[in-house]
């Protein structure tokens, strides 16, 4: 049977960084990365649209969340140890420089997440980690005997490192849960997260590929429940965009189980006026020399100002600017203001950018990434129950995660207990 003195599972983003960290830490010891896909960090490929918005700069406790929607400490000492900076400053050791952009926002210099794929597979290889690809782990019993797809293999020390079910297209699978229950280790309940909101009305479908920038709302009947603003886009089946995608977890934790009072979500589509600001425009509008068809071109997008108008009044696109009343325009400055559309659900685990849920939390030690059950077990990135919100947080937390456990994992080599 084949030994090593540490398996980590999962050639993915919080896999690759333990393996460096681990080979920087304990040269001589013997690491493999089991790796069920033909190839390592196919996720990261596809992130950041291919950009990888590879890390955010204010990564800490208020970006993060448990399945059951509350904001965690437990990522607190993990950044402490491994802070942004210096998961960059790693980074850069690497050969991949980064450049920063709005809200904190990392991306590598050269706008390819192939090369941040690159330059970990390189060094991992370099240090001397061993890669097995398609090498799928089906069990693990303490002590530690790894089943695999290619055998067994023995390990002193195993890093969990899996990811979550995200986007299974991309090479993620369900079955972190399964592997780690007769160990003893509870998963949460789990639902997509990151991904864009199903809204059953006519409107999206009318606007698709409208874009704007604005600001939408989660609402319970009248209370805001979160906000966020930024580029959102229709689409056939709802919204989508940043803000979209980080309101989306509220509406995935509500549903499918219809909930007693159904979500809504409200979109201001001019933020930066006010609804008096947007009544006033609107009744100067009306002495211009519009039709209905273009007043509100040069304010909003044409299709979207047109599709506004056929909410608020039943006259010709045609008729003059001039023919609505103050009522219609009081009632257009609220749809503009508030524009609110039913919300159904989320788009499903293909669109979702991570798993909301994973692993419980309290049977890990935060301060090391280690199994409070199982001395010698330890996990990293999606498959713990954290969930970054959408800026290159989920990122932020595979790199610092990844290293930690990797860190702890060396003690632990070294001095055969946990630091
Ligand atoms: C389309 C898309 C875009 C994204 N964009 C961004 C972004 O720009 N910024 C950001 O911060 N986050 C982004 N994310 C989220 C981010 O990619 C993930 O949170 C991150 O990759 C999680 O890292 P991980 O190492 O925990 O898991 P993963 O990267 O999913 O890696 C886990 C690896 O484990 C392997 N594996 C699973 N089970 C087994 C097993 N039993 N045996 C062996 N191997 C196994 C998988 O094949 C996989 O390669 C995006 C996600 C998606 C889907």
Redesign the pocket.
Known sequence: MQKFDVII?????????AAIQLKKEAQQAACAL????TR?????L????G??????RNAGPAYYYTAAGENTDFVAPVFAAYPVADDLAFFAELGLLTKEEEDGKLYPLGDQ?AAVLDVLRLQAAAVGAELYTE????AIRPGFILS??RGDIAARAVIL????V??PQ????G??AA?LRPLGHRATKIYPA?TQLKCPSQLPKALQGVKFTGRAAIYKEETELAAAAGEILFAAYGLSGPPILQLSRLAAAAYPAAPAEPLTVRLDLLPQFSLDAVRAELAARRNLPFTLADMLSGLLNKRLGQQLLRLITDKKLAAPAASLDDYEIERLARQIKALTLPVSGVCGWRE????AGGLALEQFDPATLASRLLPGLFA?????DIC?A?????????WS??RLAAHAAALYLKEGRHA
């Open positions: 599972i999962g050639a993915g983003a919080a896999g690759l960084l089991l790796e069920k896909a390592p960090g196919r996720k990261l596809a992130t950041g649209g950009r990888c918005n590879i890390a955010n997440a090498t799928e782990v089906t695999t797809t490192a899996m990811g979550g995200a986007s991309l090479g993620s699978a079955d972190f592997l990151l979702a950018q991570v798993m990293a990135g999606e498959v713990l970054g959408c800026g290159g947080y989920n990122l932020s937390w595979a995660s990844g």
